[in-house]
């Protein structure tokens, strides 16, 4: 069925380290979002990338939406503890006449100080 | 600005007890309107979603049921929880189907 597969599951890294979660589609999809939850709280819409071969900056994350617009990828230069939490992708998929969001199963990133 | 406010925050339950969780957004209207589930640690699970008053699609069967009496507002209920009905329920609305989503901050369910 349509999906999105999310990796890596878990993510454990040491501050300053880089980190990176990948995403990808079994079929082409017409946008990803990236959504950030932090431990005990609800997720946060990031960005929305839309077009095929997309790279957005925010700070130190970079999203990057592949050329042929089936993966997606979120790398966080010299991680901080504030980067801590769950990092989920999402894309739009038809259900019947509807169209609603299909989020990856997420990747928990940790930062050890 | 739009807000989405989600009630409770924690409930427990016995098992077979009824619940409902209740969701409104403020500062827009005909919003599209979504239940998920999350277990710990896992990921998002769509539940039930909204295009408009009394629209409800079940994306998952289950024990639950979902209603939407009034345009902002969207009502998760179970006749009867069950212990596997625990789990994180987050609300969450959106202008149109498939943009960016708004959550609520979510209901922490312990079904006992």
């Known amino acids: 069925g349509q999906q999105v597969m999310q990796i890596p599951q878990y993510q454990h890294v040491q501050e300053g380290e880089d980190f990176t979660t990948y995403c990808n589609s079994s079929?082409?999809?017409?946008?990803i979002q990236w959504y950030k939850q932090r431990p005990g709280g609800h997720p946060v819409f990031l960005i929305q990338l839309v077009k095929s071969g997309e790279v957005k900056k925010q700070k130190r994350l970079t999203f990057q939406f592949g050329e042929a617009k089936k993966n997606s990828s979120l790398h966080i230069t010299a991680t901080q503890t504030t980067d801590v939490g769950t990092y989920f992708c999402a894309g739009p998929f038809s259900s019947g006449s509807a169209r609603q969001l299909t989020f990856g199963s997420g990747t928990q990133l940790t930062v050890l100080p | 600005s739009q807000t989405i406010h989600q009630w409770p925050a924690t409930l427990v339950q016995p098992v077979g007890s009824p619940l409902s969780l209740e969701c409104t957004v403020e500062g827009t209207s005909n919003p599209n309107l979504y239940w998920y589930r999350q277990a710990a640690g896992r990921g998002l699970q769509l539940l039930f979603y909204?295009?408009?008053?009394?629209?409800i699609s079940s994306e998952v069967p289950q024990n639950l049921s979902a209603s939407r009496p009034q345009d902002r507002q969207f009502i998760l209920s179970s006749k009867k929880l069950l212990l596997s009905d625990s789990g994180f329920y987050l609300c969450a609305w959106s202008p149109r189907q498939a943009e960016k989503l708004f959550f609520g901050s979510g209901t922490q369910l312990s079904v006992l």
């Open positions: 079929t082409t999809l017409s946008n």
């Open positions: 909204s295009v408009g008053i009394g629209q």
